[in-house]
């Protein structure tokens, strides 16, 4: 059947971006993507979450699946242009990663508090041993540190078959590095792989130049 709006893909895809960018100071990531099908199991602690994977994949040209509950597909049907999948749909989520997609599922099945992962669903592992595609553990964080916005930091766990204690190290050195680092800095080792707002801690703009040449303060 065409597509009887071909515009609607772009113009999401536009909109996706454009709230990233406007909304986050920027995206960056530490670790090796895999390349080829994969399940990507991310914990799920912000409403970012799955945006800032989808450009992630953007950035990397990866094919790009998620699972996503029936409930949420209802409220926003247009996702599936974005990769979508219902929960229900795991043998179509088996074949998307057989034929090389990328596979994001949630294995907490919804946002929890951050902190270390709650119990995981099996539906990521079960997924990556059907299809016989890596299982990569993703420790996500969306976080206000020095700027004005918020940071978007993935550490790209290893491939593993022991899902519950490789996540929970990897939000965990994640978590220190975080907790141990210049807040005005990126976190070192990380790549920058999307550039978001600038902070107004960064430059200063005209009206702070404006304030500072009529007061004469300097």
């Known amino acids: ?80 242009r974005m990769g979508a999948l219902e929960v229900g749909q795991m043998r179509e989520a088996v074949r998307s990663v057989q034929g090389g997609a990328w596979m994001v599922i949630f294995p907490e099945g919804a946002v929890q508090p951050a902190g270390a992962p709650t119990a995981l669903h099996p539906g990521a592992a079960w997924i990556a041993r059907t299809a016989g595609v890596p299982l990569v553990p993703i420790a996500l964080r969306v976080v206000v540190r020095g700027g004005q916005w918020p940071e978007a930091y993935l550490r790209i766990g290893k491939v593993t078959t022991q899902l519950p204690g490789a996540l929970a190290h990897e939000l965990a050195v994640l978590d220190a590095e975080l907790a141990s680092s210049d807040p005005e800095q990126p976190l070192a080792g990380y790549l920058r792989v999307m550039a978001g707002r600038t902070s107004g801690t960064a430059e200063v703009d005209w009206p702070a130049r404006l304030l500072t040449l009529i007061t004469g303060d300097r």
């Open 1 to 80: 059947m065409p597509d009887r709006a071909p515009w609607a893909t772009p113009m999401l895809k536009l909109n996706i971006r454009r709230s990233l960018r406007t909304g986050l100071g920027g995206v960056w990531l530490r670790g090796s993507l895999p390349v080829g099908g994969a399940v990507l199991a991310p914990n799920h602690h912000s409403w970012w979450d799955g945006y800032v994977l989808r450009e992630v994949a953007w950035w990397a040209g990866a094919d790009f699946r998620v699972l996503m509950t029936a409930r949420q597909l209802g409220r926003f049907p247009f996702l599936r």
